[in-house]
């Protein structure tokens, strides 16, 4: 997810009662629950960097005591002698695992295993940007500051904002398990069809930022892809999707995927993808040259430029330039 509805999840963890744990409770937590995304700094080294250390170890379980420390840290100062170490770096590990586990339920997913293990692991159940729970976090978050202005007015005694603070946790789990439930049936209708006579090889049903019922689908067969929109109050037509077809690469085309797959880019992207699709356009120059590119179709088609990898190969098999990009593409 994205460090909104992180930081929102801190707050309304904090005004549970986790914030009585220790002094300055209330920021801990929230600091926690935003502090794996200190990855971003890596972008400072480049698209792929970035790509390669975003939900690195930050997000891993192994490394969750580590990463509680920063928040701790942070939100100590000043304060050293009568902080309550203890509680407090309980508390920072709460918000931490709280991050680890958003970001696995959505369709980009974490690596909690890492250093062991760089599989990914994805719920596929909340987009990036889920408008429904942004709606019910900022309600739990400012309707108590609110009421402090209005209590305030006419002399009433404020309240604590915690009663809606946990019906906005119980309204996440809720509508977790309620999409949960919904991904499930949005898998089984994939599933159950073919596709211009083809049996899937696999399909992942990819959620959307408004509607619950309204769920993205990719579907993949032997030697093609097949993207649908799948509405789960009305039918389903296997036939409607739009098929990308798999490359078969002629010889030239094979040479150079070979040498573009060795570079570092293409070598971070081919551990990341999770739906690849490769292109093999030629090129004006240099002649005979060819332009592989490489997209990850959770995030869009090819003609959209999104989370997109490519290289420029020349005739010789050389890489004259490559790069990475989450949007659009030119090689460097």
């Known amino acids: 997810m994205e460090p909104l509805t992180h930081a929102l999840t801190g707050v309304a963890l904090g005004r549970t009662g986790l914030k009585h744990w220790c002094p ?3 920021l801990v937590v929230t600091l926690a629950a935003i502090t794996p995304d200190i990855d971003i700094v890596t972008n400072l ?12 170890v930050t997000h891993s379980l192994a490394m969750l005591p580590l990463t509680a420390l920063l928040p701790l840290l942070a939100a100590s100062l000043g304060a050293w002698r009568k902080f309550r170490w203890g509680r407090a770096w309980a508390l920072a590990m709460i918000g931490v695992a709280s991050h680890v586990a958003i970001d696995w339920t959505n369709s980009y997913g974490v690596r909690p295993f890492l250093p062991f293990s760089e599989r990914w692991y994805y719920l596929d159940l909340f987009s990036l940007y889920d408008l429904w729970l942004w709606a019910v976090l ?7 500051l609110l009421g402090r202005l209005v209590s305030a007015e006419i002399g009433a005694r404020p309240g604590s904002g915690r009663g809606l603070a946990i019906l906005a946790l119980v309204f996440f789990a809720g509508l977790g398990f309620w999409r949960w439930v919904r991904h499930d049936r949005a898998v089984a209708v994939l599933e159950s069809r073919l596709y211009q006579g083809e049996a ?7 959620p959307t930022r408004a ?7 990719i579907v993949e067969t032997p030697s093609f892809y097949s ?10 037509d296997p036939a409607a999707g739009r098929v990308l077809f798999k490359a078969e690469p002629t010889p030239a085309a094979a040479a150079a995927w070979e040498a573009a797959r060795q570079t570092r880019d293409f070598d971070i992207f081919r551990r990341f993808a999770r739906f690849p699709l490769r292109r093999f356009i030629p090129l004006e120059e240099p002649e005979q040259g060819l332009r592989v590119e490489m997209s990850d179709l959770r995030f869009g088609e090819p003609r959209s430029g999104r989370f997109s990898v490519a290289a420029e190969v020349g005739a010789d098999g050389r890489v004259l330039r490559s790069g990475f990009a989450f949007r659009s593409i030119r090689p460097h």
């Open 138 to 144: 900022l309600v739990a978050a400012f309707a108590p």
């Open 24 to 26: 300055r409770g209330a």
């Open 227 to 236: 993207i649908h929109s799948v509405d789960l109050r009305g039918e389903f």
């Open 211 to 217: 509607s619950p019922w309204l769920w993205r689908g």
């Open 200 to 206: 899937p090889v696999r399909v992942a049903a990819l």
């Open 45 to 56: 080294w480049g698209a792929a960097t970035y790509l390669h250390y975003h939900r690195h």
